[in-house]
């Protein structure tokens, strides 16, 4: 089996968004525990609200970009797509088309199947050059664009 997503897809998926939700979560918890007077600020209340829609609005970001980011693996006849807690195996079949695009020297890639599975009906990667140009040699599907 081989590797079409890299290693950052589980810093992007897993540890990016815990360390997010457990550090800032307990800093807006933290600012709406503290009594509003021990606060050296110009109005606490103001800075109450405006980290908490900071806080809100990135949280809708991970969930919306990096929740969905999967791992990718593929044989002969199949990819494997997995969550890192439950594993998929899709026949290249199923398979509608392949887009790729370049961001900050990453391949993001989108696979968009023909059917609704299990992970819904586009995967997400975040793929190495070398992995990606290795896949586009060996994928039976013409259907990949950049």
């Known amino acids: 089996m081989r590797r079409l997503s890299s290693h950052i897809t589980l810093f992007f998926a897993l540890f990016f968004p815990i360390f997010w939700f457990v ?17 050296i600020s110009i109005q606490a209340n103001y800075t109450r609200f405006g980290y908490t829609i900071f806080f809100i609005l990135f949280a809708l970001l991970i ?10 693996e593929y044989d002969a006849e199949f990819i494997y797509v997995t969550n890192y ?13 392949i887009k790729s695009n370049t961001v ?10 023909k059917f609704k599975g299990t992970f819904g009906s586009q995967i997400r990667c975040v793929s190495k050059e070398n992995y990606f140009a290795e896949f586009k040699q060996f994928c039976p599907i013409s259907k990949i664009t950049e």
């Not at 807690?85 to 290249?92: A, D, L, S, Y």
Request: net charge positive.
């Open 63 to 72: 969930y919306k970009y990096f929740f969905k980011l999967r791992r990718v």
């Open 85 to 97: 807690f439950k594993t998929v195996k899709i026949p290249f079949e199923q398979i509608q088309s």
């Open 23 to 39: 550090f800032f979560g307990a800093l807006c918890a933290a600012i709406w525990i503290v009594d509003p007077e021990d606060v």
């Open 104 to 113: 900050f020297g990453l391949i993001l890639i989108k696979i968009k199947l």
